[in-house]
């Protein structure tokens, strides 16, 4: 089974409204021809902005986090309906820096993928181990927790249309890159749990990305591996360097 790659940016608290149209209008033509899907990934506040600036290009616009209610009191939150509005075609669900700052957890995760699918929007949920994990080689073991736990009750044909971000949190924003085989290890560990909970044709499907400290540089090797479908990037995606990750 041949799957489409995918290169996801993620913005986090980055880039004003402003210097999203500026951003964009640099990198289209850096990624017109690439053969994998290209989604980046804004701040709230960007998402319109982006999503008019990226009309009629390859560049699909994602958000990076969404609440699991349809509406209600709940201030300062974004629900599905209007991500689903505005135009947003993914989702980053369970990044490891809201599991910490923002103390979300595996059952809202599990709550916003659920919302996500009912809204046709596509989540890219991350998982990823601390430091400390890998050293008590508790890795397997607390990966396949976190997807059995976010994909609780979701569907086969859904669970083959998502992404699924691998993303050691040792890896982010450190410079220091899992290797390749450290990364490929773990991406066929997810997609032998997918294929446990589901079946064969759902873990063939499923696209699964490797994010942390992916750059320019050692993009295509990460890529090049079986398991890995392309790349969730966070820093390089804030420069032009980004479209050659893309062409990767
Ligand atoms: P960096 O690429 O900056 O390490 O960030 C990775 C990440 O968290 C993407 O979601």
Redesign the pocket.
């Known amino acids: 089974m041949s799957r489409k790659r995918i290169v ?3 913005w ?1 608290m980055n880039m004003t409204p402003a210097e999203t149209v500026g951003f964009i209008s640099k990198l289209k033509p850096l990624v017109e021809d690439a053969e994998a899907d290209v989604v980046v ?1 804004v701040p709230a506040i960007d998402i319109v902005t982006a999503i008019t600036a990226t009309r009629g290009t390859n560049i699909m616009i994602g958000a990076q986090n969404m609440h699991f209610e349809e509406s209600g009191a709940y201030t300062g939150e974004i629900s599905p309906a209007m991500l689903e509005s505005a135009g947003v075609k993914f989702v ?1 669900l369970g ?3 809201r599991r910490e700052y923002n103390h979300e957890t595996d059952a809202e995760i599990n709550k916003k993928a659920i919302k996500a699918f009912e809204h046709g929007i596509t989540p890219i949920l ?1 998982c990823g181990e601390t430091l400390k994990q890998r050293e008590l080689d508790l890795t397997e073991d607390f990966i396949r927790m976190q997807i059995k736990s976010a994909l609780a009750g979701v569907s086969k044909i859904d669970v083959q249309n998502m992404i699924i ?1 691998y ?1 050691p949190i040792w ?5 220091e ?1 899992a290797s390749s085989e450290q990364a490929e290890e773990v991406c066929k560990t997810i997609r032998k749990c997918i294929e446990e909970m589901y079946d064969e044709n759902t873990s063939d499907a499923v696209r699964i990305l490797y ?5 320019a540089s050692n993009a295509a090797e990460l890529f090049s591996q079986p398991d890995i479908d392309g ?7 804030l420069k032009p360097d980004f479209g050659k990750i893309v062409n990767a």
Do not use: F
């Not at 890896?171 to 410079?175: D, E």
């Open positions: 996801a940016g993620n986090k990934c980053i990044h490891s820096e991350c971000a993303e890896a982010i924003g450190t410079g890159t994010g942390g400290s992916v750059n790349g969730l990037v966070g820093g390089a995606s």
